[in-house]
């Protein structure tokens, strides 16, 4: 079940968005905000959301991208969906890595297009709650989720797993825990596997992670090419 609120300066727009949602099965709770300012005043207040539905025109200097910009930063698992009359005029600029962009619906809204979105961000969710890596560290059995893991990293005979909380030492190779990962993990360098839910920056030279200090990893000159098809591709598959 998700929870979504949805964020636009139009109460019309707003109330009809709610209506459609209100029919959808697999949405448990649903919470209006007509700026930005209200939906971060509740979120400080404890008031979390699976999704975002989001318009990408405001008043003022800042638009809906540039806010989902600033959310990516505070809650990286959050699903953002753009609903806007002006597709156009923004598809380019949606297709930056630090948005995670999960649909983009045309106004007036199509009930079967939101419930096509929203199933498919259902899936997404469930499936990354399954996905888990075990592993023996310091003589213990770890379960680690994947969906926490932002890099591994090489280390003589062992391997660092860096996640968004610390980092779990383990006796293995990236070439052994590579075969155990699925496909939004990529290897960037000899020495370093990826999860490109974190990638914030994709360079020739360089991969730079979304993380508290947005790590740079090499990219090796042989990877890079399939690297970054793989990483379009995948946005391409998550907007």
């Not at 949606?94 to 079967?112: C, H, Q, S, Y």
């Not at 023996?136 to 932002?150: E, H």
Request: proline share 2%; hydrophobic share 40%.
């Amino acid at each position: 079940m998700l929870d979504i609120a949805i964020i636009d300066d139009d109460i019309e727009a707003l109330k009809a968005i709610k209506k459609i949602l209100a029919n959808i099965k697999i949405v448990d709770f649903i919470e209006l905000y007509k700026s930005f300012d209200d939906f971060f005043k509740a979120a400080d207040s404890g008031n979390h959301y699976d999704v975002i539905l989001l318009d990408i025109q405001f008043d003022g200097q800042e638009n809906g991208i540039d806010y989902a910009s600033r959310l990516f930063t505070i809650f990286p698992q959050l699903k953002i969906v753009f609903i806007t009359g002006y597709v156009k005029e923004y598809v380019s600029e949606v297709f930056i890595p630090r948005i995670n962009l999960a649909g983009f619906i045309e106004k007036p809204v199509d009930a079967a297009i939101m419930q096509r979105t929203l199933e498919k961000i259902q899936e997404d969710i469930d499936n990354r709650k399954r996905e888990v890596l075990v592993i023996n560290s310091n003589g213990k059995t770890v379960v680690i989720q994947l969906r926490d893991i932002t890099f591994i990293e090489s280390d003589g005979h062992y391997i660092n797993i860096h996640m968004t909380d610390g980092i779990i030492r383990n006796f293995n190779s990236l070439n052994e825990v590579e075969k155990e990962l699925p496909s939004y993990f990529k290897r960037c360098h000899r020495s370093y596997i990826v999860n490109m839910y974190y990638i914030s920056e994709l360079g020739n030279r360089k991969v730079i992670i979304d993380n508290n200090h947005n790590t740079q990893l090499p990219v090796s000159r042989v990877l890079y090419n399939n690297l970054r098809k793989e990483f379009f591709e995948f946005i391409g598959d998550n907007k």
